[in-house]
T-cell receptor
Framework: ETGVTQTPRHLVMGMTNKKSLKCEQH?????MYWYKQSAKKPLELMFV???????ENNSVPSRFSPECPNSSHLFLHLHTLQPEDSALYLC???????????FGEGSRLTVL | GENVEQHPSTLSVQEGDSAVIKCTYS??????FPWYKQELGKRPQLIID?????GEKKDQRIAVTLNKTAKHFSLHITETQPEDSAVYFC???????????FGSGTKLNVKP
């Protein structure tokens, strides 16, 4: 595997479920990001990790909980979500905090 | 915070014609402006970027112009081809920090 991979690609969950999204990067980068992509809206930055330390939490509700155990892996833990949280969640990585973002293909989340 | 507006939201051109997508930003301290292309069902990928110390940058059929005074930048695609059909996102960031503010996207359709 090369690049940035995300699993699962599709997830359907109820409002009371707990699930996690996983992201893995094989590029040797040291910064990782979670973005939310909703229809006809700008990409919204949720979290930024640099060298496994969270450096940005963009006013995201606590029902989204990120985890970065090492520089290659990033998780987004989900619990008691709302239907409006249905979206495509994109993970990205970069080398340092400057320049090109390398995105994964996203996890399509549907909250019933 | 920064506010990036992107126009048009949809653009349809004939193969071989040119396409122009425009973005405005509000934070005069923004100094890095990338453009990402997202094909249907695929991940966003960087196609070109520009920093605030230059006014124009070109890469084959793609060019980006920046007007710092007016706080707007544009993507120009010449001799469009069907494979240029995608959603294009502009973004802005400041202080060499990868906290990007994205536009809402332009869906480009190139008709053969």
């Amino acid at each position: 595997e090369t690049g940035v991979t995300q699993t699962p690609r599709h997830l359907v969950m109820g409002m009371t479920n707990k699930k996690s999204l996983k992201c893995e990067q094989h590029l040797g980068h040291n910064a990782m990001y979670w973005y939310k992509q909703s229809a006809k809206k700008p990409l919204e930055l949720m979290f930024v990790y640099s060298l496994e330390e969270r450096v940005e939490n963009n006013s995201v509700p606590s029902r989204f909980s990120p985890e970065c155990p090492n520089s290659s892996h990033l998780f987004l833990h989900l619990h008691t979500l709302q239907p409006e949280d249905s979206a495509l969640y994109l993970c990205a990585s970069s080398q340092g905090m400057v320049g090109e973002l390398f995105f994964g293909e996203g996890s399509r989340l549907t909250v019933l | 915070g920064e506010n990036v507006e992107q126009h048009p939201s949809t653009l349809s051109v004939q193969e071989g014609d040119s396409a122009v997508i425009k973005c405005t930003y509000s934070d005069s301290a923004s100094n890095y402006f990338p453009w990402y292309k997202q094909e249907l069902g695929k991940r966003p990928q960087l196609i070109i970027d520009i920093r605030s110390n230059v006014g124009e940058k070109k890469d084959q059929r793609i060019a980006v112009t920046l007007n710092k005074t007016a706080k707007h930048f544009s993507l120009h695609i010449t001799e469009t081809q069907p494979e240029d059909s995608a959603v294009y996102f502009c973004a802005a960031s400041r202080d060499n920090f990868n906290k990007f503010y994205f536009g809402s996207g332009t869906k480009l359709n190139v008709k053969p």
